[in-house]
C-alpha cells in the first residue's frame, strides 16, 4: 500500500480558506490541529507568523502596523500551528495581501518544501511584482536565456 501524500495548508481570509475547505483540502492531524488559518480582522501579525513557521523568532522580525496587536500567543496556540515544522504539508497557500504582514517570514524560508505559493484573494487582485516565487525566478535567468 502507498504511504500518504502531503497536504495543502491555506492561510487567508475567510471567503478563501472556505472554498479550499469545499473543495475538500481541510484536515487534521493526529495531534488534532488543523491545516488552514482564517485571517481576520482582529488576528495578529503573530498568530500569523507563529502559524507559518515554528516556534522562536527572528531577530527584527516585529513587523506591525499596530504594536497593542503584538502580543504573544498561549504556548498551547503556538503548538497547533507551525506549518513549516509539519511534516504532513507539502505546499502552503497564502493569500497574497496576508504574505505581505509577514514577507519577512516568507523570504527566511529557503527549503523547496512545503512550497509558499501567494495567491490572490476576493478583495486583493494578484500582484506579480510582490510575489516571491517570481522574483527568485527572475533572478536565476538572464534575458538570454528566456529567448
Known sequence: MA?????????????TVTGFLLGGIG???????????VVEK???INEIEDTFRSLGSVPGSV??????????????????????????IGI????Q??????????DAHQHSIPAVLEIPSKEHPYDA????ILRRARGMFT???LR
Open 92 to 95: 502552503i497557500l497564502i493569500n
Open 27 to 37: 484536515e487534521l492531524n493526529k495531534n488534532r490541529h488543523p491545516n488552514f488559518l
Open 42 to 44: 482582529d488576528t495578529t
Open 143 to 145: 534575458a538570454e536565456d
Open 63 to 88: 513587523a506591525e502596523a499596530n504594536p497593542s496587536q503584538h502580543d504573544p500567543p498561549l504556548w498551547d496556540e503556538i503548538d497547533s500551528w507551525q506549518f513549516l515544522n509539519r511534516d504532513d
Open 129 to 132: 511584482a510582490k510575489d516571491s
Open 97 to 106: 495581501y496576508i504574505a505581505e504582514m509577514v514577507r519577512h517570514a516568507l
Open 3 to 15: 504511504g500518504r501524500g502531503k497536504l495543502i495548508a491555506v492561510i487567508g481570509d475567510e471567503d
